[in-house]
């Protein structure tokens, strides 16, 4: 069997020691560049495929506010750099497009001066459309709770037609089953008269004719956002 004497099983050791040490040693830079992103200079400092705000590495330096030179909407709001109001403070205009005042004395005063044409002080205000759930024209109200939508056909409460099997006012009780209808349609017992109407000894709701009748459902809560008269009183929503 071979063996090794003291002085080669020392040598051995020592040759394993610096291979280990000529191993590539672990870095927490995954890119392995070494260089710190710097977070507004439009390069990809670190190499890692990612630059400025877009690499994890500014985010808790970066804001998604408008940065005021770097020809990008950074904050999303569709106006970039000095035409963004949020540069008010850091841009210098010529004129200054929401003040009244005729600030480069060429007799037109903001959204009349051509230089303001693309300041975000004089864009056209968007019209509402009154079913997206958004303040298109940002004036507070959203959709049917806009007056710029009090005409719109999604605004209109739409009353029970009575003989197309269909809930047409939404409020669960399809034609001749909706109190809405209750003119036009003929029962057998009408179900909130209190008259045994057909004779048969069960007046209104207690009449098995009038079991799935408006009259005698478990009154709904009203909820209060969905256009609807969810408790059936006549009144809808915040009236």
């Known amino acids: 069997m071979f063996t090794f004497s003291t002085k080669q099983l020392f040598l051995l050791i020592i040759i394993g020691i610096f ?28 190499g890692d495929g990612h630059i400025d705000c877009d690499d994890q590495d500014c985010w808790d330096e970066c804001e998604y506010t408008e940065i005021c030179d770097n020809e990008i909407d950074d904050d999303g709001d569709g106006f970039v750099d000095c035409n963004d109001s949020d540069c008010a403070d850091e841009c210098e205009y010529t004129e200054i497009c929401d003040n009244e005042i005729d600030d480069d004395g060429d007799d037109y005063i903001d959204c009349n001066d051509q230089d303001c044409i693309d300041h975000q002080a004089c864009a056209e205000p968007q019209e509402e459309i009154c079913d997206n759930e958004i303040d298109d024209d940002g004036d507070g109200d959203i959709d049917c709770d806009d007056t710029d939508c ?90």
């Not at 291979?19 to 670190?46: F, R, T, V, Y």
């Open 19 to 46: 291979a280990l040490n000529a191993l590539p040693g672990c870095d927490d830079d995954s890119s392995g560049s070494g260089k710190e992103e710097i977070c507004d200079n439009e390069i990809d400092d670190d």
């Open 150 to 239: 009090t005409d719109s056909e999604h605004c209109q409460s739409t009353p029970e037609i009575c003989d197309n099997e269909i809930d047409d006012d939404g409020d669960g009780f399809v034609d001749c089953n909706d109190s809405d209808c209750a003119d036009e349609c003929e029962y057998t017992e009408i179900c909130d008269n209190e008259i045994d109407d057909d004779g048969d000894d069960y007046i209104d709701c207690d009449d098995q004719d009038c079991i799935d009748h408006q009259a005698c459902a478990e009154p709904q809560e009203e909820i209060c956002d969905n256009e609807i008269d969810d408790d059936g009183d006549g009144d809808i929503d915040c009236d």
